[in-house]
């Protein structure tokens, strides 16, 4: 479908437009690239946590990696199994880790009091709660500082030196059982490789830690395979090239492998849909002003991530350097930076690419620029609104008084 045909029937300018049909091949890609090994696949909820895109992955057999209790609550109304879902974060509160062993999920231990927090909701809960150490590799994922997380400096993960103690003090603690180890080195790794040096090293923690009498049964090796986000043709590895780095590493161990996919699951099935307000320049730079912004899509401004801008239809003007910029009173406020476009007229639309990760779930009201709507290219053809909207009335809503 061409994108100006939907632009005509949808009526609210800026809009997320996914394709129902690539989720479901990114999907089958992981699928078929773990084909032989014993398995999950954990969607990372954090990346796109719309109800109707977490049903459609849950129905196509995907566990999920959570980072919240609301993510687990939300992610049982999508009907995920809670014993394939994976519980991480350095902060997890009481009452999700309650929810979290309560349901039989797997948790991460990140730290000495996140430990004790785990034994004491297991505790409270009656049950035993199975667990993971998050171990960090120390292997440079070579990604902004922002989303590499699986360095010594880290704060997510426990500190290496101290692995000892958290088996002597699991080991002393009947409410936990210790099932796997876990480890995420950041996210858009572009180099496979570094997924293999971390494997191994993983590996010989495995080792470690069963010498000690431990029924390990699963290693996580996390998420953070990139996407092709700059559309110059570059080859970037699959999830079958990740996958095939890792698979030897592995095999003879016996362990159930976890992957924890957000980006590559779902970040090119999108587009943020912009309709152009104006052009204009200060003498040095010219500026395409759009409806869309940092409120709706903030991953350049925080990131000074590269998302590739399309004009929606042919022009015959000449091309020229453009910064695309939303209306929100910030300077931090670009969608792209000199990019070669053709000068639109108003009322054109605006594309910006592999915009379905990382890019509603981080979207705000800053500016009271209401969250836009979503919709999907559904797998039969037919367009469909998958969330509407929010409005100024969503948000007087929360105040009393008024
Ligand atoms: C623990 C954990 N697992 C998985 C992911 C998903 O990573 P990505 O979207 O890069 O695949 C993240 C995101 O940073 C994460 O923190």
Redesign the pocket.
Known sequence: MRVDDIRAQVKESPFYLYSQARISANYAAYEAALRGLDSIIGY?V??NNNMLIMRHLQSLGSGA?L?SGNELRAAMVAGFDPTRTIF?GNGKLPWELRLAVEQGVLVNVDSEFDLDNIAAAAEAAGKTARVLIRINPDVDPEVHAY?S?GLANSK?GIRNSHLQWFLDRIRALPSVELVGV?S?L????TRVAIFRDAAQIMVSFVRQIRDQGFNLRYLNI?????IDYHHKGEKLPSPADLIDTVRDVVADLGLTIII??????VANAAALVNTVTGVKTNGNKNFIVVDGSMSALIRPSLYDAYQHIELTAPSSEPEQTFDVVGPVCESADFLGKARPLPAPAAGAGLVVHDAG??CMTMASTYNLKMRPPEWWVAEGGELRQIRRGETLDDHLRLFEGL
Not at 222 to 226: E, H
Not at 260 to 265: A, I, K, N
Request: net charge positive.
């Open positions: 990372a954090k990346a990696v980072v991480n989303v997380t997510f876990h995420h950041g996210s858009t790794i996390g998420g953070g395979l990139g924890e996919p957000g980006r590559s699951m990760a990382y």
